[in-house]
């Protein structure tokens, strides 16, 4: 069954540093998602992508987050610098054109010290 | 900011006991989902239910969605320890496209 990849699935870094996620969709899926989740908290989205294109960036802290999807498929996701609040679950999804249903990532746990 | 609201925020039972969880949200929506979500892991689809359905099956769960009053039920019944996990709705944005989730329903489920 196909499945959405992330990586690194555990980060630890220090404040002030760069960090990057990477995650791979279900092939085929012209839609992704990179949500943000807080311990004990909902999935909150950070940045759709329809292909290549950004529909919607609403909630990225754009000074310090930034997501590319250059060529459609595989998308990375960059904190810089670092900071001590971005400690959480980072998560990626995918759906398929026209489908509401969203296949979900293993999730990157990022630890900010 | 988060649209659904789940309740309760705990739930523990016993196996082959039902689960009962609800969730409310605040502004009109084309259709409602119900996610669950093993400790530290990704979340997985369990239901839609459209916003002109009432009552949708699938295996042990029943969802409900009564547009009236926001709100929606999912029932997981004959509960086994496997299904202890979170469990999120999910209703769509304005635009219709992205997901807002609730803050969870934690389940235990002891054998």
């Known amino acids: 069954e196909a499945e959405v990849a992330q990586s690194p699935r555990y980060k630890i870094t220090e404040k002030s540093q760069a960090v990057a996620f990477w995650c791979d969709p279900i092939?085929?899926?012209?839609?992704l998602y990179w949500y943000r989740q807080i311990l004990g908290q909902g999935p909150e989205l950070l940045v759709q992508?329809?292909?290549?294109?950004?529909?919607?960036d609403s909630q990225l802290p754009k000074d310090r987050f930034s997501a590319e999807r250059l060529k459609g498929v595989d998308s990375t996701l960059k904190i810089q610098p670092a900071e001590l609040g971005d400690s959480a679950m980072y998560l990626c999804?995918?759906?398929?054109?026209?489908?509401?249903?969203?296949?979900f990532g293993p999730g990157t746990r990022l630890t900010v010290t | 900011s988060q649209q659904g609201e789940e309740d309760p925020q705990a739930l523990s039972i016993q196996e082959g006991e039902n689960a009962t969880m609800n969730c409310s949200y605040k502004?009109?929506?084309?259709?409602l989902q119900w996610y669950r979500q093993n400790s530290g892991r990704g979340l997985v689809h369990l239901i839609l239910?459209?916003?002109?359905?009432r009552e949708k099956h699938s295996g042990r769960l029943r969802v409900t969605l009564d547009t009236s009053k926001k709100s929606s039920s999912l029932l997981i019944t004959a509960s086994r320890a496997a299904d202890t996990a979170s469990y999120f709705c999910?209703?769509?944005?304005?635009?219709?496209?992205?997901?807002?989730f609730g803050k969870g329903t934690t389940l235990s489920v002891s054998s």
């Open positions: 999804a995918s759906s398929g054109r026209g489908v509401h249903e969203q296949y």
């Open positions: 992508f329809q292909d290549e294109s950004v529909v919607d």
């Open positions: 999910a209703t769509d944005d304005q635009a219709g496209t992205a997901l807002i």
């Open positions: 239910i459209r916003s002109n359905e």
């Open positions: 092939s085929g899926h012209a839609t």
């Open positions: 502004t009109s929506i084309n259709n």
